[in-house]
């Protein structure tokens, strides 16, 4: 991997982490035309969400560090046998609220060779029609009339279909954000506390595809120049941050819609590429794999 091919993927992750267009889709169809799919593929794709991970939580600080003393706070009252669900802050219950949206990441882990082989294999036809799927979800969170429900008024039901929808995000092509906001708006969520709810909620499941990633690490060691996996991780954390401002303007300005028709005509696109590419024996991969070398 060249330090051009490790800025790009940077670049390429750092962005769309948090656009609702899918970062694993991207990169999965950028290492598909660049011949970098493989194991060392899916280690940088790793590497790459750790770079967007500390992107968000300073982005979010303030809020998560209220959420970690409220957590420890709640810890507390829990040992001492005063915990109620009734009569919650919403701060509290953002917490309880976030803890029950990662009970559906324990299937991730079950099914993590499945979601990893779909990234990993040469093809890109299931990365096109999870786009579409995104798309899909998008335009009917857009047309959803909103509720405009927040950390007090949010409901069980609403963290785990939001859980749900991250557990089926590690498929190429369904953004977890996008998966995400789309079903808190659809749930009834307003629009900048589903955005909220989404990112924070997002950290432990990176951390989770982190942790479960040093296993094969150590055991086939770091087969990336130490260089390489520096300038990737930096350059996905700093266009992870001017992605997180970008999102939250537009979630202001009411511009989700643009995702829709984005991730609908991508689909579309790499759907008819991946066709071409399986009826021609793969020549477009061949071709660009030869211009670049």
Not at 82 to 109: A, D, E, G, H, Q
Not at 117 to 131: A, M, P, Q, W, Y
Not at 249 to 278: N, W
């Amino acid at each position: 991997m060249t330090v051009l091919e490790a800025i790009l993927q940077g670049v390429i992750q750092g962005l769309t982490e948090f656009l609702p267009v899918s970062s694993s889709g991207h990169l999965s169809i950028f290492q598909y035309f660049t011949g970098l799919s493989g194991e060392s593929g899916a280690f940088f794709s790793i590497l790459l969400h750790l770079g967007t991970l500390f992107a968000v939580i300073i982005a979010f600080f303030s809020t998560i560090w209220d959420l970690v003393l409220e957590f420890f706070s709640m810890l507390g009252d829990l040992f001492r046998g005063r915990f109620r669900l009734k009569n919650m802050t919403s701060r509290r219950k953002m917490v309880v609220m976030l803890i029950l949206s990662l009970v559906p990441l324990f299937f991730v882990v079950l099914l993590k060779d499945f979601y990893e082989s779909f990234s990993t294999d040469n093809d890109i036809i299931v990365e096109g029609v999870c786009l579409l799927i995104t798309g899909i979800l998008l335009s009917l969170a857009c047309r959803c009339p909103l509720k405009g429900k927040n950390a007090s008024s949010m409901q069980y039901s609403d963290a785990v279909a939001m859980g749900i929808a991250q557990a089926i995000a590690p498929m190429p092509g369904i953004s977890r954000s996008g998966s995400t906001i789309a079903t808190g708006m659809l749930m009834g969520l307003g629009k900048k506390y589903a955005v909220t709810f989404s990112f924070i909620m997002g950290i432990p499941a990176v951390l989770g595809a982190v942790i479960l990633e040093i296993p094969e690490v150590m055991a086939t060691g770091l087969t990336l120049p130490l260089h390489i996996v520096l300038i990737g991780f930096f350059t996905s954390f700093i266009f992870g941050l001017l992605a997180i401002a970008l999102v939250n303007r537009l979630v202001v300005s009411d511009k989700f819609k643009i995702f829709a028709y984005y991730t609908l005509i991508a689909g579309a696109i790499v759907v008819a590429l991946g066709i071409y590419e399986q009826v021609s024996g793969h020549a477009l991969q061949q071709a660009v794999i030869t211009l670049l070398g």
